[in-house]
């Protein structure tokens, strides 16, 4: 098996006598799309937490790619190549879905954005912004408002956003929430073109999603993962079946 990218071994995180993640193991190979699936409460979104370095573990380590990350903050962690997509839209919503891809662009560069600058320092940064839409199939949406962009487009506009920083992984929570099955089936045929560009760990209660994209799949129980495995292999878990997908799966 080729060298994870991501490794986390014995991760553990307590809200009082509430063990939220008590004792996660966890490898995410590099480019693979590695699912975390599990039912309500199960600590997914805090584990994704706790790897964006925005919720700090009681016991275990974070390594990325071979280096000891476990106590390293947010930011560091991004310039490693850890990014998180965050729904971000709705913080400028008149600027147009190109501005915000040239700020995070910028943001990525590690330069702050001004609003009286020459033209020509950020043509660079706008070019650039257009080939991440282009990427994420917002092209022809460049220049209208954020706001005005369909629920579907947002969460494209936010993948675009995160790929700003050319993330080695990329750490996405529930980017099919809210979303129609249309809407669902474009994200999932995002996500497969984007497949291998980075690895991607992926949150997400749509089964359908999880189970056409996933190349592993990892299932948390209370805390712990139970399965780890090819879609196919997870699907036959009796432990998974019992405890998540049920047999209807
Ligand atoms: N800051 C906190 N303080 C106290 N309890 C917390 C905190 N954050 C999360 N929890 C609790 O930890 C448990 C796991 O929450 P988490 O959001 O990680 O689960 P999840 O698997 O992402 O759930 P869902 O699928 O519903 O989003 C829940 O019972 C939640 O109430």
Same mark, same amino acid.
């Given at each position: 098996?080729?060298?994870?990218?991501?490794?986390?071994?014995?991760?553990?995180?307590? $809200?009082?006598?509430?063990?939220?993640?008590?004792?996660?193991?966890?490898?995410?190979?590099?480019?693979?799309?590695?699912?975390?699936?599990?039912?309500?409460? =199960?600590?997914?979104?805090?584990?994704?937490?706790?790897?964006?370095?925005?919720?700090?573990?009681?016991?275990?380590?974070?390594?990325?790619?071979?280096?000891?990350?476990? #106590?390293?903050?947010?930011?560091?962690?991004?310039?490693?190549?850890?990014?998180?997509?965050?729904?971000?839209?709705?913080?400028?919503?008149?600027?147009?879905?190109?501005?915000?891809?040239?700020?995070?662009?910028?943001?990525?560069?590690?330069?702050?954005?001004?609003?009286?600058?020459?033209?020509?320092?950020?043509?660079?940064?706008?070019?650039?912004?257009?080939?991440?839409?282009?990427?994420?199939?917002?092209?022809?949406?460049?220049?209208?408002?954020?706001?005005?962009?369909?629920?579907?487009?947002? #969460?494209?506009?936010?993948?675009?956003?995160?790929?700003?920083?050319?993330?080695?992984?990329?750490?996405?929570?529930?980017?099919?929430?809210?979303?129609?099955p249309a809407?669902s089936a474009a994200?999932v045929?995002?996500?497969?073109?984007?497949?291998?560009?980075?690895?991607?760990?992926?949150?997400?209660?749509?089964?359908?999603?999880?189970?056409?994209?996933?190349?592993?799949?990892?299932?948390?129980?209370?805390?712990?993962?139970? =399965?780890?495995?090819?879609?196919?292999?997870?699907?036959?878990? =009796?432990?998974?079946? =019992?405890? $998540?997908?049920?047999?209807?799966?």
């Amino acid at each position: 098996m080729a060298e994870a990218l991501l490794h986390i071994a014995g991760l553990a995180k307590a $809200y009082g006598a509430l063990h939220v993640t008590a004792g996660v193991d966890l490898a995410v190979l590099p480019g693979e799309i590695h699912a975390l699936i599990g039912p309500n409460g =199960a600590g997914k979104t805090t584990l994704v937490g706790q790897i964006a370095g925005e919720v700090m573990p009681d016991a275990g380590t974070i390594r990325f790619d071979g280096a000891d990350i476990t #106590r390293l903050p947010v930011h560091k962690r991004a310039r490693l190549g850890l990014a998180r997509a965050f729904q971000i839209t709705s913080i400028f919503p008149r600027f147009t879905a190109l501005e915000h891809a040239a700020l995070a662009v910028m943001a990525a560069r590690g330069r702050t954005f001004r609003l009286l600058r020459p033209a020509s320092s950020d043509r660079a940064a706008r070019e650039e912004a257009a080939g991440l839409l282009d990427e994420v199939g917002l092209a022809a949406r460049a220049e209208v408002a954020a706001a005005a962009l369909s629920h579907g487009e947002k #969460r494209a506009l936010e993948l675009a956003m995160a790929l700003a920083a050319r993330p080695r992984l990329m750490l996405l929570d529930e980017p099919m929430a809210g979303t129609g099955p249309a809407e669902s089936a474009a994200m999932v045929a995002l996500l497969t073109r984007l497949k291998g560009r980075c690895a991607i760990l992926l949150v997400e209660h749509d089964m359908d999603a999880v189970f056409r994209l996933a190349d592993r799949i990892s299932v948390l129980v209370n805390g712990r993962i139970i =399965a780890c495995g090819t879609p196919d292999a997870v699907r036959a878990d =009796a432990a998974v079946k =019992a405890a $998540y997908l049920g047999d209807g799966a």
